[in-house]
Structures are given as structure tokens and as C-alpha cells.
């Protein structure tokens, strides 16, 4: 881990023009995102900020797994959006374009890790770092594919079916999902280990563990999304809905905590995720 190190500082500590490259980028991707409608304006600026924070303390890792986060879920929220988009709507509290708040949720966790990165140079943290992306990668995933199952979810609390895109609701396709969205970032950070001079059976481990730690995510959003996460019963249809209101009226609290809702789960999934998968390196 030592080289994989030194290669982070020295991408801290580089040159001016290396460090407005990447401002650069950051500004670049946040625009596309905004003008492709991927992400409201203060999600935008939320973004580049987080982008740019997560590069100042990293290095170009940090920010090449925002990166494969951002595009792949992107192109995934996309995919076959016709079908998915009156699923979303009638079940989730919010559709449509990712808000300020949904970017905290997916890339607070890793923020909160690699602060301690840059403070300590502690290689465990790039490793922490890496899993909360791959357990937001492999949730995310999971929602865009597993939606699209052919088989009724079940709940992973009570293994009864739900209705498809309700949170807690797990299934074959969504599980194999999830495991694809975490080892694409795992990988990612294997090929950035390997072009720092970094190989071996402890890279390999550590491409296993952010796998792990990914589908440890996924699997705990589904759970919290079963147990803990507000469900209502809609005033119009009569069906659970994760929406606390539909058309300006309230619905009514059918299950779950009022205050605990999809951005509450991922926020917390992956950054227990992120911190078990951190534990378990410093064991080491």
C-alpha cells in the first residue's frame, strides 16, 4: 500500500495546472449533469463542490469512483425509463432529476471516510472510501434493474412480495445487479492500485472486501428500507406508497419512522458499509 500512497500525496500536492484540470472536470461533469437533467441546480453545484472536496483529499482515486458512481447510475436511471418512470412516480417521494439531498446521501459516506485519508494518509480509508461507493453503486443498480424483474419482489424482512420499487423489496435480478454495480467499482480501484505499481494477493483481497462491502450495502438498505423506512398508505389508490403526501393531502403512516426515508437509508447503508469494511482492514 505503500506506493498507492505516495501516489495519492504526490496528486495532492501537484501542480497548479493539475489541480484546475480536475476543478476543471469537476465543473464539466456538473454542467452535463444539470443540462442533461440528471441533477437539479443546487445537486449540481452540491456535486462539483463534493467532487472537487473528494479530489483535494484523495487525489484522482476519489474522484475517478465518483465519476464511475455518477455515470453509471445515470445511464441506468435512463435505461428503459418508460417503464420505470410510473413505477417511481407512484411510489417514491421523489422523481425526476437527483436533489441537493440525494447527493449527500450517496457521496456524504465517502466524504466522511476520506477526511481521515487526508489527514492521516491512512491506507485503510482508501479502502473505506472505495466501499461506500460500491454499496451506493450496488443499491442504485439494484433499484434500476431489479425494478425491471419479471418475478414480484419479496420483502427481506418478512419474505412476503411487494410491490416492484417499493424500498426493502429484494429479488433475483436486483441481487445480481447489486453485485455487478459493486464490483464494477471495486475493479476501478484494482486498475488505479495496479497503474500505481500496486499487485498481488493483498490487492486482491482488497478488490474482494469492497466487492463484499458493496453487497453488505445493498443488503443493508434493504433491510432498513423494510424495517425502518416510512410507508404510507395512499388516500388515492388505497396501496403503500413510500410518499408522505399525495396531491397536497397527507397519507397516512402505515409502517417504518416518519423521519427515516430513501435518503436517511442510503446515507446510513453505505456509511455503516464503509465503516464495518474499514474495521475489518485496520484488524488486519
Given amino acids: 500500500m505503500e506506493n498507492l ?3 495519492s500525496l504526490a496528486a495532492q500536492t501537484g501542480s497548479t495546472l493539475e489541480h484546475v ?3 476543471f472536470l469537476s465543473l464539466a461533469v456538473s454542467v452535463f449533469a444539470l443540462r442533461r437533467n440528471a441533477l ?5 453545484l452540491g456535486a462539483f463542490f463534493l467532487a472537487v472536496a473528494l479530489y483535494l483529499a484523495g487525489g484522482p482515486l476519489f474522484f475517478i469512483l465518483l465519476m464511475v458512481f455518477f455515470f453509471s447510475s445515470t445511464f441506468l436511471s435512463h435505461f428503459k425509463a418508460s417503464l420505470k ?3 417511481e412516480v407512484r411510489m417514491h417521494a421523489k422523481s425526476g432529476p437527483r436533489d441537493l439531498v440525494q447527493v449527500g446521501a450517496n457521496g456524504g459516506a465517502a466524504l466522511i471516510m476520506a477526511i481521515p485519508f487526508a489527514l492521516s494518509q491512512n491506507p485503510a480509508y482508501l479502502v473505506a472510501v472505495a466501499a461506500s461507493f ?3 453503486n450496488a443499491d442504485t443498480w439494484a433499484s434500476e434493474i431489479g425494478i425491471l424483474s419479471k418475478k414480484a419482489p419479496v420483502s427481506l424482512l418478512t419474505l412476503k412480495p411487494v410491490s416492484p420499487g417499493l424500498s426493502g423489496g429484494v429479488s433475483p435480478l436486483g441481487f445480481l445487479a447489486s453485485l455487478g454495480g459493486s464490483a464494477v467499482v471495486a475493479l476501478t480501484y484494482g486498475l488505479y492500485q495496479l497503474a500505481a505499481g500496486n499487485s498481488g494477493v493483498l490487492l486482491l483481497m482488497q478488490i474482494l472486501m469492497i466487492t463484499f462491502g458493496g453487497l453488505l450495502g445493498s443488503v ?13 398508505i395512499s388516500h388515492e389508490t388505497g396501496e403503500l406508497t413510500e410518499k408522505p403526501v399525495d396531491n397536497n393531502k397527507p397519507n397516512q403512516l402505515y409502517s417504518g419512522l416518519a423521519f427515516v426515508n430513501n435518503d436517511f437509508v442510503n446515507f446510513a447503508s ?3 458499509a464503509a465503516s464495518l469494511v474499514l474495521l475489518f482492514v485496520q484488524l488486519q
Avoid: E, V
Fill in 85 to 87: 418512470d410510473p413505477i
Fill in 220 to 232: 443493508l438498505d434493504s433491510f432498513m428500507g423494510a424495517a425502518f423506512q416510512a410507508k404510507y
Fill in 5 to 7: 500512497t505516495q501516489y
Fill in 40 to 44: 437539479t441546480l443546487s445537486a449540481a
Fill in 134 to 136: 460500491a454499496a451506493c
Fill in 270 to 272: 453505505s456509511l455503516l
Fill in 21 to 23: 484540470i480536475y476543478i
